[in-house]
């Protein structure tokens, strides 16, 4: 663990197979770029389970097995099962671990991956029949069903890393803002959020208006929670093309009045091609805020959407893909 928290950024939980240290079953160490690119802006906590077990470096690989039912860790070299000491060393280290805001964990891993992990169908099988989550992963997914949590091969993929920084950034500042508990910090970042959680999911944006409000006159504590459960339901899945749309056309309607004619076509005209994917979102962002700023909206220029995360991770050279 890090000896000291910068409270200003947000914290993440990583693999330490992951560029930190070679703790991998064969010495090995692997290198992600984008681990290597957040590292100046997050707090890094490091783990690695299978060598916190007792298993060594180098080590016989372990793998899941499907056994009456139960998925295990087994390790076919030395017939040995490995369940009890990774779910017990899992419960005490999310116990101890301290404040999270997303995980970065090592993909097909059988303690680390979060999906798609092979399951053999028994201890003599050579192949694998079913797909599984890691042992370690899966008490990382039960514990922080709000918090981003990916494998860092997938996070090579735009859209989906560009939904983890969002989430994490997002749950980061919501987080402060449970450790003020205030009602009024509560009442700011729902405004500055407005469009973000527009885009990601209208039903839940009205949800937490309703929970905002506050009508019944709940204690605090509990308003957060509330908040909290929703605002985790509404980032379960990245945005669609046409909510982004919906939430251009509500901010264009901020400043349509004074536009020209031929503005307003220009305008729509980028909205239909973000449609058809023909342009990125970022262009059309930039329009939107440039108006903003012309207009001097402060409503507008405060909302988390135009850059939901610092912009020095923003990079869209494979959003092609
Ligand atoms: S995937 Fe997880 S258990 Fe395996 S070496 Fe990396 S950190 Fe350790």
Known sequence: MPESIDAKKPTILVSKCLGFCKCRYNGDVLSSAFVEALKPHV????ACPEVEIGLGVPRNPVRLVSRGGAIELYQPAEDKTYTQQMNRY?????DSVG???GLILKGRSPSCGIKDVKVYSGVEKS???QKGVGL??????????NLPIE???RLTNYAIREHFLTKLYTVFRFQ???QSASMKELVRFHSEHKFLLMAYHQTQLRLLGKIVANPEKKPVSEVLDLYEQHLGLAFLRPPTRNNYINTFQHIFGYFSDAL???????LLDRFQKYREDKVHISAILNVLRSYAIQHNHDYLLNQAIWSAYPEELLDISDSGR
């Open 43 to 46: 707090n890094y906590i490091t």
């Open 90 to 94: 899992s419960e005490s280290f999310f």
């Open 99 to 101: 404040e999270l805001h």
């Open 127 to 129: 192949s694998s029949s």
């Open 136 to 145: 370690f992963a899966a008490h990382a997914i039960a514990r922080y069903p």
């Open 151 to 153: 494998e860092e091969g």
């Open 176 to 178: 402060q803002v449970k």
């Open 260 to 266: 020209s004619d031929k503005e307003k076509s220009f």
